[in-house]
């Protein structure tokens, strides 16, 4: 069992930025991938940034440029460093976690978990 805390969402304006944070506790020694997902009302669930064990990143082609994402194994966390939001970003985000067999490309998922979300909301 893996349990997965967020924190960090919010309201802010265009241009504006937020961290999130996700801390992964249990039975976390499987775990090889981290990152976040967002969905927005009528739009299906995306993937926006990945890191693998070995600091591996990935990000949707769209946040390229202006969010990072960065762990701290020491503490089981992982951050989303969202910058220059824009409305399009307003969605819940969802922190994920788990084992694939290729965690660089997410093929093979073994184990997956997921935290509850949180909302993100850019607007003026």
């Known amino acids: 069992q893996v349990q997965l805390v967020e924190s960090g969402g919010g309201a802010v304006q265009p241009g504006g930025s937020l961290r999130l944070s996700c801390a992964a506790s249990g039975s976390i020694f499987r775990i090889n991938a981290m990152g976040w997902y967002r969905q927005a009302p009528g739009k299906r669930r995306e993937l926006v940034a990945a890191?693998?064990?070995?600091?591996?990143?990935h990000y949707e082609d769209s946040v390229k440029g202006r969010f990072t994402i960065s762990r701290d194994n020491a503490k089981n966390t992982v951050y989303l460093q969202m910058n220059s939001l824009k409305p399009e970003d307003t969605a819940v985000y969802y922190c994920n976690a788990g084992h694939f067999l290729d965690p660089a490309t997410r093929i093979g998922v073994e184990d997956d978990y997921w935290g509850q979300g949180t909302q993100v909301t850019v607007s003026s």
């Open positions: 890191i693998t064990s070995d600091a591996e990143t």
